[in-house]
């Protein structure tokens, strides 16, 4: 097995989905339903949306369990996809509507489409950041979040200075990528970010 090969689970859990398993719904739930909540309240800021928005994510997931596709990534990576898209189109609605409520004194559709960019900006960055190995998150912890420059990273990490940079440079590569990813279309399906 290979190290692009994808995790043997995951290609048990979109098999069982498949054949109609509703434990394997259940295993997926309990495995993603705070993963899930947690990036469509980051895009949404709303309690009840976000709610809605889970049980969308996983009524899509089991009724369309063949569009993952291991060659593209995790199915962790594929659920949080689906979850920004649909938080996404969630936004594009409500905006929409509280756009026609207000009338003339609506914002214009760009910063409309801006507040969503950055909205699914942001929830894409705290997936990242939830997901890359902790040595990463760690350094960038204590870096940006506690202020500490890479002398007293490395210290407290109990690593060389050059590994804390290292450490701290993938980290900020790693999280750049949510600054490059285009917001969604409003109607494009998507399989792992990308527009099918």
């Known amino acids: 097995m290979g190290n692009d090969a994808p995790p043997r689970w995951d290609r048990r859990m979109q098999q069982r989905l498949a054949r109609g ?3 394997a719904l259940g295993e997926l739930y309990d495995r993603f339903a705070s993963l899930v909540h947690s990036l469509a309240h980051r895009v949404l800021a709303d309690e009840d949306a976000a709610d809605r928005t889970t049980r969308e ?3 899509y997931l089991w009724e ?5 596709d291991p060659k593209q990534g995790s199915l962790r990576s594929w659920v949080a996809a689906v979850t920004r898209h649909q938080a996404v189109r969630r936004l594009r609605r409500t905006e929409a509507a509280s ?10 559709p760009a910063a409309i489409e801006q507040k969503i ?3 699914s900006t942001a929830a ?13 998150r760690d350094a960038l912890e204590l870096a940006y979040f506690q202020r500490r420059d890479y ?19 993938l980290g900020l590569q ?10 969604l279309p409003p109607s494009a399906p998507t399989v792992h970010g990308r527009s099918r």
Do not use: K, W
């Open 21 to 23: 398993e509703a434990a």
């Open 57 to 59: 994510v996983f009524v």
């Open 64 to 68: 369309h369990p063949d569009s993952f």
């Open 99 to 108: 756009a026609r409520d207000r009338g003339p004194d609506a914002p214009e």
């Open 117 to 119: 960019h950055e909205a």
């Open 124 to 136: 894409r960055a705290d997936y990242i950041v939830t997901s890359m190995p902790a040595p990463l």
């Open 151 to 169: 002398r007293q990273t490395a210290a407290e990490l109990g690593v060389t200075e050059d590994e804390a940079r290292r450490r701290l440079r």
């Open 174 to 183: 790693l999280l750049s990528t949510a600054h490059n990813h285009p917001a």
